[in-house]
């Protein structure tokens, strides 16, 4: 049972004076409930941000006999966020659809980014576990077999490694960067659940970029029907698709990235200093903060995460990325020096260092195959067996992979081979997840900010 319900929205693309804005928002505000709600206005107030202290833009509050209404808007980015919040016979969804009309009347480039309506005021604690952890209590209730009862068990048995004190290390390996792998990862990383990044060259740029130039992106959602041609315009314009994904590399590498890296190589030559890949992406993401300091996407990247809270990144094959390519590039021409980025081996060195000082049990959550997954994994049997110090297996191990198991495919292959190559014991508890990794690990994320917010 519910008394109340919450709707909110969240409006994009909409570049207005804050000073002449809010006198309409507030205008349509008071409007619409007046109009589509037994509400009864207690008071209204705004207040404008000139950006000194707090970035241009707007609060409106309006005071409610069944709660409130509000209203706030950042001029810079043109991120409008508004809530209806009643617990009367109310029903907010027509003041909300009513504003809606009012602001698109206002500004036709309008768009309606987030739109949910929640029940507040509960009466019914009979299910309190799954209200209180919505995302658990899904899994718990509908993933009971085959391939979701594996996701459910492996949620379960991270959680309680977890709590035991352990911490894990993801490893990116696909599109995921591209796929804003970030919005869940980020915020593990800030919480302290994460220990270290095992990444791909191509996904530890992608993040980067997508902070600095995703509003330059195109979405492909007819990709599947459209065929070469599409791909054929797509390169004929400057773009790189990853799957519904088109990233205008063009307009991102034409900006001073690339100089700012090489200056930073010719600086690093000089000083004779050598750094790793994403040490110089902590630079390129410092130079361009500035202009990104209050954007959203700032909380969605996982390397400034990273950076951030001195999370650990280790970067196997970077040259198998743009960045890398180019980096490469360079080098060839003989316009740097080689040795002013650290290379695998130094990667590796770097890796088994991290590695034996770990007190902690620790895991691996392998999204994806690939390179990152295997180059971090394979440090446990390196210290067994050629460094001779001990063996230190991995306390747990998942992978989420759309590679079916086969014959002779690492990445498909079953987590029990692994017991083979001294990479995990027969008791450590391991899981591989027979999905795509962009569906199912934002419900690992989740359940794991469920757990331990």
């Not at 705004?46 to 808007?73: I, K, N, V």
């Not at 040259?319 to 980025?341: I, R, Y």
Request: charged share 20%; glycine share 8%; proline share 3%.
């Amino acid at each position: 049972m519910t008394a109340g319900k919450h709707h909110f929205i969240d409006l994009a693309s909409i570049f207005q004076d804050s000073r002449h804005y809010v006198h309409k928002i507030m205008d349509h505000m008071d409007q619409a409930i007046r109009t589509c709600t037994t509400a009864r206005i207690l008071s209204r107030h705004h207040h404008l941000f000139d950006g000194t202290q707090s970035p241009p833009g707007f609060t409106c509050m309006f005071m409610l006999d069944e709660s409130h209404a509000s209203a706030h808007y950042y001029q810079e980015t043109g991120l409008l966020a508004i809530d209806f919040f009643t617990c009367g016979s109310s029903d907010n969804s027509r003041a909300i659809n009513f504003l809606i009309d009012k602001l698109k009347k206002d500004n036709p480039e309008l768009k309606l980014t987030q739109s949910k309506q929640v029940d507040r005021f509960k009466t019914d604690v009979s299910s309190r576990d799954a209200y209180t952890k919505p995302v658990k209590g899904f899994i718990n209730k509908y993933y009971q077999n085959f391939n979701a009862r594996t996701l459910k068990d492996c949620v379960e048995s991270l959680i309680r490694f977890m709590k035991q004190g352990g911490r894990c290390v993801v490893s990116l390996g696909g599109g995921l960067s591209t796929a804003q792998i970030g919005i869940g990862l980020a915020p593990l990383i800030e919480k302290g659940l994460i220990s270290a990044i095992s990444t791909t060259g191509a996904n530890l740029e992608e993040d980067v970029f997508s902070l600095i130039g995703r509003d330059d992106y195109k979405e492909v959602l007819d990709w599947r029907e459209q065929g070469q041609s599409l791909d054929v315009n797509l390169y004929n314009t400057g773009y790189s698709r990853i799957t519904d994904v088109a990233i205008h590399e063009n307009n991102l590498l034409d900006t001073s990235i690339l100089k700012l890296l090489g200056d930073l190589y010719n600086q690093s030559s000089q000083q004779q200093k050598s750094h790793f890949p994403h040490e110089y992406l902590y630079d390129v993401i410092h130079h361009y903060e500035p202009s990104l300091k209050h954007h959203p996407r700032m909380n969605a990247s996982w390397v400034k995460a990273c950076r951030d809270h001195q999370v650990p990144i280790f970067t196997p094959g970077w040259e198998d990325s743009t960045l890398g390519n180019h980096f490469a590039a360079l080098v060839h021409q003989g316009k740097v020096d080689k040795q002013c980025v650290k290379c695998g081996v130094d990667t590796m060195n770097d890796l088994i260092n991290w590695y034996q000082a770990q007190t902690n049990p620790v895991g691996l959550l392998q999204l994806g195959g690939g390179v990152s997954g295997d180059f971090v994994i394979c440090v446990a049997p390196l210290v067994a067996r050629d460094l001779v110090e001990g063996h230190k297996t991995w306390d747990f191990f998942a992978q989420v992979s759309d590679s079916t198991t086969s014959y002779g495919s690492y990445s498909g292959a079953h987590p029990s081979e692994k017991i083979t190559w001294g990479k995990i014991k027969a008791e450590t508890p391991s899981f591989m997840i027979e999905s795509d990794a962009t569906i199912v690990a934002p419900l690992i994320f989740e359940s794991l900010l469920e757990a331990f917010s």
